[in-house]
């Protein structure tokens, strides 16, 4: 039975993976930080949905903690690494730079080092659509020039996928990197859009719309996320990137994992009314510093590659966010959002 280690595993993405993963017969060790950047109790909530099984393992550890993850590398010998943990959020990236580079930096570092030492099949990690930045052309293909970060955060991400590259090259690590576009659905951050817009037009509050609404994004709901991530996982590259063209030796690949299906926000808000019931009170604003104008992602290569793209649309995972919203919240308007 295959052993899976998960970082980030109290978060979104991460406690999503866990989940269908013990349901497929995986032995998973997830670890967390826990850290505040939003409401720890939701995190310990996710938490809480995989206790029973008993071939979960959660340890609270900090990526940062470089002995400590090595002891654990050692001791617990993974057959596959899927790191997820990171200081996650565009606009914090901008008032609070240091905490990616601890976590985004230094933190992935120490992610490579122990796969390094401890060998295990394969080395998923998350990078983002954020990378594409100031890109113009759509959709966005892993084959494009990402030298145009707008944002901290965009930077560290690209980063991490040359600091991947470069142990792959030098210890024939495999190492998948997957640039994720917009996830949402039960369970998910506070900090995103999406949950900010729900939770304020369930309260009767405004929200605000960047750029006036004149924005597209390729929202990819988590279930379509977390299968992709899985396919990915037992399918380790094989051959060295661009074998053609550069003298790389890495077993390396990049994947964007998106829905393929920008949306327009102000059709996407629509889509919000429509679930809850509720018209929303627009606050239209002008540009934010490191927001882009449209994420669309080309998925042809993970098609081909894994046999799966994303597919839910739209309406349905709003939806299912609404109805999870609901129940988890309580219709209780007087409970804060952290």
């Not at 992935?108 to 295990?120: G, Q, S, W, Y």
Request: charged residues 20%; negative net charge; hydrophobic residues 40%.
């Amino acid at each position: 039975m295959s052993k899976v280690l998960i970082t980030g595993a109290a978060g979104f993405v991460g406690h999503a993976l866990a989940g269908y993963l013990l349901k497929d017969e995986y032995v998973v060790y997830g670890i967390d930080n826990l850290n505040p950047y939003y409401d720890v109790q939701l995190k310990k909530d996710r938490l809480q949905t995989l206790t029973g099984y008993d071939r979960f393992t959660f340890g609270q550890i900090d990526i940062q903690d470089r002995d400590t993850l090595f002891t654990l590398f050692e001791a617990e010998q993974f057959d596959y690494v899927v790191h997820l943990a990171a200081q996650a959020g565009v606009r914090y990236s901008i008032e609070n730079p240091f905490a990616y580079e601890d976590a985004n930096l230094a933190g992935f570092l120490n992610v490579l080092e122990a796969c390094r030492r401890f060998v295990p099949r394969h080395l998923v990690f998350a990078s983002s659509s954020s990378v594409y930045g100031a890109n113009r052309k759509v959709p966005f293909s892993t084959a494009d020039a990402v030298d145009y970060p707008v944002s901290l955060y965009a930077a560290t991400k690209k980063a991490n996928e040359l600091m991947a590259h470069s142990y792959s090259h030098l210890y024939q690590m495999p190492t998948t990197g997957l640039r994720f576009f917009t996830v949402y659905g039960p369970w998910g951050r506070p900090d995103m859009a999406y949950f900010k817009f729900v939770d304020a037009i369930a309260r009767g509050k405004t929200i605000d719309v960047y750029n006036y609404g004149n924005m597209k994004r390729d929202f990819t709901y988590i279930d379509d996320v977390v299968e992709g991530i899985a396919r990915v996982m037992v399918r380790p590259p094989t051959t060295v990137v661009d074998a053609a063209t550069s003298l790389s030796q890495a077993l390396y690949k990049i994947y964007n994992i998106g829905n393929h299906q920008p949306v327009e926000l102000l059709q996407f808000i629509g889509v919000i009314e429509d679930a809850l019931g509720q018209k929303a009170d627009l606050n239209l604003q002008p540009m934010q510093p490191g927001d882009v104008l449209e994420t669309y992602a080309d998925i042809s290569d993970l098609m081909r590659d894994v046999g799966f793209s994303p597919s839910t649309p739209i309406e349905v995972g709003i939806g299912k966010f609404v109805a999870w919203y609901r129940s988890y919240y309580g219709m209780d308007i007087s409970k804060p959002v952290a």
